[in-house]
Structure formats: structure tokens, C-alpha cells
């Protein structure tokens, strides 16, 4: 694939105080993704937990999106310029940008779905051979081996030639996606179809679990078990939900009848608050998980007791 460079445009005026936003959200970020991170790889029963495992690649991917995308995003928005200006820093930074956003927005369609089967039919994960057919490959699919070759296919290896620009963000698109119907495919298999997935997963999901929902209490520790899924799912759902749901719905008005509708606003507005999809993960899936929060209040009761000791005998 051939390559040339070109530096026409004009740089966003909010990119400074996107800078300052991206910037001030991303340390938080990182250490809690961290931290979750440890507790769920170095305590057995969380780690083997099926219904984590959505949590725990979703914090995988937002710390390597941190390590690998964010840099050059806020270097871009600090200097308003892609640095170092070369095709080969745009060809990494589209192919990381890529495969993170098409694996977080297909991990989630898929753990909206798999959350169906835990619940209601988790007699297809009791053995092994199950387990890794409707559990793990699934999962490698959607979060690995499909986000991986697709970002590969449509923007290290289309043949086109490619007219990067040095003045935007992502220094502008692979010249895959100026052709309509890679745009297209694009925009349905990596945006609209994982969105309206969790949509209506969702939905049906909050259906079945009020439908039988007297039927599960019967059993008050499958009950819990569940609600906690449940609780986990809707968390998830609803944060993924509110970030991506505008950038989709501008994309579809575009797609279907009018080309230049909120055209502005999606590049400038609702573009940018996708960078904010992996950065707030952490913190969502740390609050669906009732197993360590306890024991984050208990460090800080204890720590108030102990404050409060220390001035008594003052």
C-alpha cells in the first residue's frame, strides 16, 4: 500500500481545552484500571468468575488504549500537529485506534448477550467443551482475532493509496473508508450493529428478568447471584449506551437521509466523547463489583476509626 502525506486543514480551537479534559480523566483512569485489574487477576474466585470476564478484557483494553492510543491523541491536541509527522505513526495510531474501538464495542454486544445465557440458561457453560463454545471463543473472537484482522484489512493492507493529514486527528482517515461501501460495512459491522446488539440485549434482558423474576427469588442465593449479573450487565449497558448511542444515531440520519446532518457537531462533539469509552470503563466495572467494593469501605472505616482514636487520645 502506497502512501503520501498531505497537511490541508484547520485544527479544532477546542482542542486545548480537550487536552486539559482528556488529561485530567486519564491518570484516574489508569490507576484504577490497575487496581481492578490486580484484584481481579490475583483473587481466584473473581478471576474464574464467568461473569467478570467481560470486566476484565474491558479493563484490558483500556489500559493498553491508554498506553498505546491516548498519548498521541493528547500530544495531537496539546500541539494541534501529528508528531512525528509520518505515515507510519499515522498507519499505528489509525490501526490502535481501530482495533480498540471495534473489540470494546463487540465485547460489549457480545457480554450483553452472553449475560442471557448465565442467567436464564447456565447449563450451557457446566461443562468445559460448553464453556469454550458459548464462553471463550466467543470471546476471542469479538474482543481478539475479528478487531485484529479487521484493523489489519482495512488499514494496513487495503490497496489504496493514502493521503494523510499532518493538521488532524488521526491524520484525517485511511483512505480505505473513502470508499463507500469499506465505509459502509465499516460503520454497520463495527458501530451499528454492536450498538443496537446491546440495545435491544438490554432490553429483552430487563423483560425476561421482571417476567420471572418472582420464579428466581424463590431461591434467595440464585437470586443474589443473578441480580448482581444482572446489576453488572445494566451498568455496563447504560454507560456504553449513553457515550456511543449520539455518535451512532448522527452516523445513521447520515447514512440513510441526510450526508451532512450534525456533521460538525459529530466530529467535534460526539467523536471526542467516544475517547472518554474506555477511560470511564474502569470505574464502572469497579462499582458493578460488589467483591471488592466492601473491602474498599472497610479500608477507609478503618482508616476513620483509626483518625478518630488517634485525636480521642489527644
Given at each position: 500500500?502506497?502512501?503520501?502525506?498531505?497537511?490541508?486543514?484547520?485544527?479544532?480551537?477546542?482542542?486545548?481545552?480537550?487536552?486539559?479534559?482528556?488529561?485530567t480523566?486519564?491518570?484516574?483512569?489508569?490507576?484504577?484500571?490497575?487496581?481492578?485489574?490486580?484484584?481481579?487477576?490475583?483473587?481466584?474466585?473473581?478471576?474464574?468468575?464467568?461473569?467478570?470476564?467481560?470486566?476484565?478484557?474491558?479493563?484490558?483494553?483500556?489500559?493498553?488504549?491508554?498506553?498505546?492510543?491516548h498519548?498521541?491523541?493528547?500530544?495531537?491536541?496539546?500541539?494541534?500537529?501529528?508528531?512525528?509527522?509520518?505515515?507510519?505513526?499515522c498507519?499505528?495510531?489509525?490501526?490502535?485506534?481501530?482495533?480498540?474501538?471495534?473489540?470494546?464495542?463487540w465485547?460489549?454486544?457480545?457480554?450483553?448477550?452472553?449475560?442471557?445465557?448465565?442467567?436464564?440458561?447456565?447449563?450451557?457453560?457446566?461443562?468445559?467443551?460448553?464453556r469454550?463454545?458459548?464462553?471463550?471463543?466467543?470471546?476471542?473472537?469479538?474482543?481478539?482475532?475479528?478487531?485484529?484482522?479487521?484493523?489489519?484489512?482495512?488499514?494496513?493492507?487495503?490497496?489504496?493509496?493514502?493521503?494523510?493529514?499532518?493538521?488532524?486527528?488521526?491524520?484525517?482517515?485511511?483512505?480505505?473508508?473513502?470508499?463507500?461501501?469499506?465505509?459502509?460495512?465499516?460503520?454497520?459491522?463495527?458501530?451499528?450493529?454492536?450498538?443496537?446488539?446491546?440495545?435491544?440485549?438490554?432490553?429483552?434482558?430487563?423483560?425476561?428478568?421482571?417476567?420471572?423474576?418472582?420464579?428466581?427469588?424463590?431461591?434467595?442465593?440464585?437470586?443474589?447471584?443473578?441480580?448482581?449479573?444482572?446489576?453488572?450487565?445494566?451498568?455496563?449497558?447504560?454507560?456504553?449506551?449513553?457515550?456511543?448511542?449520539?455518535?451512532?444515531?448522527?452516523?445513521?440520519?447520515?447514512?440513510?437521509?441526510?450526508?451532512?446532518?450534525a456533521?460538525?457537531?459529530?466530529?467535534?462533539?460526539?467523536?471526542?466523547?467516544?475517547?472518554?469509552?474506555?477511560?470511564?470503563?474502569p470505574?464502572?466495572?469497579?462499582?458493578?463489583?460488589?467483591?471488592?467494593?466492601?473491602?474498599?469501605?472497610?479500608?477507609?472505616?478503618?482508616?476513620?476509626?483509626?483518625?478518630?482514636?488517634?485525636?480521642?487520645?489527644?
Amino acid at each position: 500500500m502506497s502512501n503520501t502525506t498531505s497537511t490541508k486543514s484547520t485544527p479544532d480551537p477546542w482542542n486545548n481545552i480537550k487536552y486539559i479534559i482528556l488529561q485530567t480523566c486519564l491518570i484516574p483512569s489508569i490507576i484504577c484500571s490497575l487496581y481492578t485489574l490486580v484484584r481481579l487477576l490475583f483473587d481466584r474466585n473473581l478471576r474464574t468468575a464467568v461473569h467478570n470476564h467481560t470486566c476484565l478484557l474491558l479493563l484490558i483494553i483500556s489500559i493498553l488504549d491508554a498506553f498505546f492510543n491516548h498519548p498521541l491523541t493528547l500530544n495531537y491536541l496539546r500541539t494541534n500537529h501529528v508528531t512525528p509527522s509520518t505515515d507510519a505513526t499515522c498507519l499505528v495510531w489509525n490501526f490502535f485506534n481501530s482495533m480498540f474501538v471495534v473489540s470494546t464495542y463487540w465485547t460489549m454486544a457480545w457480554g450483553t448477550i452472553e449475560k442471557h445465557i448465565l442467567i436464564f440458561a447456565p447449563t450451557l457453560l457446566v461443562t468445559q467443551r460448553k464453556r469454550f463454545l458459548f464462553h471463550y471463543f466467543p470471546l476471542f473472537l469479538t474482543t481478539f482475532a475479528y478487531p485484529v484482522i479487521a484493523a489489519m484489512i482495512f488499514i494496513l493492507f487495503y490497496p489504496c493509496q493514502n493521503k494523510f493529514n499532518m493538521l488532524s486527528l488521526y491524520c484525517g482517515f485511511p483512505c480505505s473508508l473513502s470508499i463507500r461501501s469499506v465505509a459502509l460495512y465499516t460503520r454497520f459491522a463495527h458501530n451499528f450493529i454492536p450498538a443496537f446488539t446491546v440495545v435491544s440485549a438490554t432490553a429483552i434482558l430487563i423483560m425476561r428478568v421482571i417476567k420471572h423474576k418472582q420464579h428466581i427469588r424463590t431461591n434467595r442465593f440464585t437470586w443474589r447471584r443473578y441480580r448482581r449479573m444482572f446489576s453488572q450487565s445494566l451498568s455496563l449497558s447504560s454507560f456504553f449506551l449513553v457515550l456511543t448511542l449520539p455518535a451512532t444515531t448522527v452516523s445513521i440520519v447520515q447514512n440513510c437521509c441526510q450526508a451532512t446532518f450534525a456533521a460538525d457537531l459529530q466530529v467535534s462533539v460526539f467523536n471526542f466523547l467516544l475517547r472518554f469509552l474506555t477511560i470511564f470503563m474502569p470505574f464502572i466495572c469497579l462499582s458493578s463489583l460488589p467483591e471488592i467494593r466492601p473491602k474498599m469501605r472497610l479500608f477507609n472505616n478503618t482508616r476513620i476509626r483509626a483518625i478518630i482514636t488517634q485525636r480521642q487520645q489527644n
